[in-house]
């Protein structure tokens, strides 16, 4: 029995190792390139530098500014989503209407249809509004892409706080905002929290839908990069590797910070 | 006194009322409801967004796209593509919760590791593998000259590779965030339930089909769904991976509908094959909540 156990220790650990490997293989192997350096059989050639990521604005002038905006446009369109999300998912957490018990998965199936159904009459819409194009049309846009999911999140965080928490709040006189914010909202952060750090990385991540909507300059890192991509394929490794890792360096900062709200993550229909 | 106490009780099931949920239902109903219906009326019509002037044209614009046989290829394509990612991305999933369901030091660390692959946006996912597949730079080619070659071409080019190592671009991202999801559902299961399995000597699979999947069946479920949706929805990495080629051998319904409405100004017929797909989404969404109900009841 012991020999036994030892060995599925033995295969648990391979396991993991294979795993981690096969995570993050593609990625150590793109950062070792942005430093200068390439695999040679079982050793690294060349020279370490980090002249590729400070070189960035060489070969893409506008990197800065694409960086400064998809981070601007990113956070602003989190913000709304939580903002927004909270109050409605409280809501749906703690009334008795019939409907809600269809409506969640609902929020789900319209969190994973595809982005195109609605991206191309969108543009329309908001060239309509006089929104195409603008900061605050893609932050609209892109919070409201996000809401279903956020929404359907939350409202899993918030069935596991005790009811009698805002009921005692709400006894004691305090107003529905001030329960919310003053109430739930601590008891809640770690769930806000995750939900705030998925939503951003989705939002950071958008391609399709601001492509649809802006014109372009000022561009998002993912539709820059697709351009830049598409019309210059002599693109050298070494670089394109710099401007990956840096694309890629906000999602990853914001994870690690977060790890602890997101190692409590509930992703369960029934909460 | 009672009664004093009654009327705050029932008020405080909702602290704001329905008014929180406005600002969300408005967002939702705006920028995602209401296009929606658009696209779907304009594909009854012959409208364009910069034409003025526009006609019902019926079904007109379904009888072009099913007349069209590239659309047949990407419904193919992406469901192949489903065929074969998804069962891999669910195996791969509790595979790995099962291997991290029990603490050890640095779990949490790992777990979170599990994250990376994701966290690389599909487009930023599709340059790294387009040199990660490369003869000279890539892994595919490192690992070809190790083994005694000369580095080989890249599969992306190659008709009967192109489709798996799109596929495997898919699994890479989304097989660790599967993981990273069942993960909690997994751990959940009372290790009485699986000792008892064991005692009953049954074997692994066994124990998986007895003890753990009818526990986590809704989370199975809804991880299910996440997954089918993204690979019928494959757009944005395999727009920079292979475009959709060589020939039509990637092209999936999502970038086909992108190429007619915004490359090629066929409006009418791109948001036909938009809502085709969204309609396939909706299928596999209705399929969920069914499943989901009867294992509520």
Known sequence: MSKRLKWSGFWRVVGIVAALVFCLLPIVWTLVAALGLQPDGLRLQGKFTLDNLTGITTFEPAFVSEFAYTLAVSLAATALTIGAAFPAAFWLARTSSPGVAALMPTLLVLAVSPLIAYGLPLSNVEHAAG?????????????????????????GYLLRIPRSLDEAAVLDGASGLTVLLRVVLPVALGGVIATGVLVFVLDWNLYLLPTLLISHPPEVLPVAMRDFFAFERDLEWPSAAAALIIAVAPAFLVVFIAQNALENLVFDPEG | MIRSLRIPRSASRTPLGWVAVVPAGLLVLVFLVLPALIGLFNTFTDSTPEGKAWHIVGLANYRAVLADSTLGVAFGNALLLTLIAVPVEVIIGLALAGLLRRPFPGRSTVRVLLLAPWLVSPIAAGVMWHFLYNSQVGITGWANRLLGGNGGGSPLADPRWALLSVALVEVWRMAPLAAFLLLPGVSAVPQDDLDQATVMGSPLLTTWRVAIIPRIRALLLTVL???????????????????????????????????????????PMGTAVSWLLLLAVLAVGAAYIRLLRVDAA
């Not at chain 1, 195409?132 to 999911?149: D, T």
């Not at chain 2, 475009?243 to 100004?265: D, K």
């Open chain 1, 131 to 155: 929104l195409y194009g603008s900061f605050a049309g893609l932050v609209l846009a892109s919070a409201a892409v996000q809401l279903p999911l956020a929404v359907w999140l939350l409202r």
């Open chain 2, 225 to 267: 769904l996440l997954l089918v949706a993204q690979s019928l929805t494959t757009f944005d990495g395999i727009l920079v991976l292979t475009g959709g080629g060589p020939g039509s051998h990637t092209m999936t319904p999502a970038l086909y509908a992108y190429t007619l409405a915004v490359e090629t100004h066929n409006w």
